[in-house]
């Protein structure tokens, strides 16, 4: 069993940074994918970037690539995503989640998942 719990969201600018962060509990935390997505009103959650249980494998959708980072620190429980030229397109619940399955871009395939942060962004 993995709890998760997100923070770090909030309201920035168009061309901003921010850094969201997703604490676990359970002591699997560092075997597992971790996965970040994000859902605005009237869409489907979508996948926004992953890294494997060592960080050193990370993937991102083409709509966030070379904007977002991914990283975990095993030690802390955590893992982050860095988030820097925001977008207005960008405004989302982001939620972070654990992998169970194989296809780290697969909603279905994560098991657990925390309650989400709120992430606007203003133009």
């Known amino acids: 069993q993995v709890q998760l719990v997100e923070s770090g969201g909030g309201l920035v600018q168009a061309g901003g940074s921010l850094r969201l962060s997703c604490a676990a509990s359970g002591r699997t935390f560092s075997s597992y994918t971790m996965g970040w997505f994000r859902q605005s009103p009237g869409k489907e959650r979508e996948f926004v970037a992953a890294?494997?249980?060592?960080?050193?494998?990370?993937y991102y959708a083409d709509s966030v690539k070379g904007r977002f980072t991914v990283s975990r620190d095993n030690a802390k429980n955590t893992v982050y995503l860095q988030m820097n030229s925001l977008k207005p397109e960008d405004t989302a619940v982001y939620y972070c989640?654990?992998?169970?399955?194989?296809?780290?871009?697969?909603?279905?395939?994560?098991?657990?998942w925390g309650q989400g942060t709120q992430v606007t962004v203003s133009s």
């Open positions: 890294c494997n249980w060592s960080g050193v494998r990370t």
């Open positions: 989640a654990a992998l169970r399955g194989v296809s780290y871009y697969e909603k279905s395939d994560y098991d657990y």
